[in-house]
């Protein structure tokens, strides 16, 4: 159980971090608002999860409420995003959809260790030219 309640914190830090990064594509500046309703999790959840980014130095909040990433934040989030990609290439190999490799990437792509992650990015990279 206490691993199982480790990898849920991991992954929901993760997620976070995804989505910040996600937005700050798409919008000049990021709220706690705006992770709210992009997960649809209860204001007070994503408040609790954006100040542990912060306690770990993965975000800074400005006097406005801005979130922006730190470059420690930025570089995981560009991590995580990586292991999506690659996970998601890796199953469709296999012929599963698009849209099922993407949900699975999602879950995979939080537990997965490092060594496996590298020997299927390596893997791909030797086989499939990507």
Known sequence: MEIQKLVR??????TYLEVIFDLKRKKSAVYSIDVVEALGYAKSSVSRGVNLLKKKELI???KDGEIQLTKLGENHARAIEER??????????FDIDFETAEEDACRIEHVI???SFLMIKSFLQNNMKI
Request: net charge negative; no cysteine.
């Open 113 to 115: 260790s490092e060594k």
């Open 9 to 14: 914190s991991h992954e929901s830090e993760e």
């Open 84 to 93: 999506h990609i690659i996970i998601t290439k890796a199953l469709q190999v």
């Open 60 to 62: 800074t909040i400005a």
